[in-house]
């Protein structure tokens, strides 16, 4: 088993920045891919980036290239999602999710991740 826990939500003024963070623990031996996905009210959960275990790839979907950075920190077992130029809407709760299996590839396909973090809201007002 693995527990992903999200930090570093919050409110913050269009433009503004944020940095999420997702920590890892239990079975953190294995390595894992991992992924970021958000769900604003009344909409579907979408994929937001990707980055593979080695760190060498990553994949954003478009409204947040260039905006969007993910990270890790294999040693602290931890995933970051640094946030620049919010915008409205991007508010949404975010979720980090990680892939045991397929850990050398970029992929957005959510059922595909095997743990999901219970979330962090991040609000941009206008």
């Known amino acids: 088993q693995v527990q992903l826990v999200e930090a570093g939500g919050g409110l913050v003024q269009a433009g503004g920045s944020l940095r999420l963070s997702c920590a890892a623990s239990?079975?953190?031996?294995?390595?894992?891919?991992a992924a970021w996905f958000r769900q604003a009210p009344g909409k579907e959960r979408e994929f937001v980036a990707a980055?593979?275990?080695?760190?060498?790839?990553?994949y954003y979907t478009d409204s947040v290239k260039g905006r969007f950075t993910i990270s890790r920190d294999n040693a602290k077992n931890t995933v970051y999602l640094q946030m620049n130029s919010l915008k409205p809407e991007d508010t949404a709760v975010y979720y980090c999710?990680?892939?045991?299996?397929?850990?050398?590839?970029?992929?957005?396909?959510?059922?595909?991740?095997?743990?999901w973090g219970q979330g962090t809201q991040v609000t941009v007002s206008s």
């Open positions: 999710a990680i892939d045991l299996h397929l850990t050398t590839v970029v992929h957005t396909s959510g059922p595909l991740y095997d743990y």
């Open positions: 239990g079975r953190t031996a294995s390595r894992y891919a």
């Open positions: 980055i593979t275990w080695s760190g060498g790839n990553t």
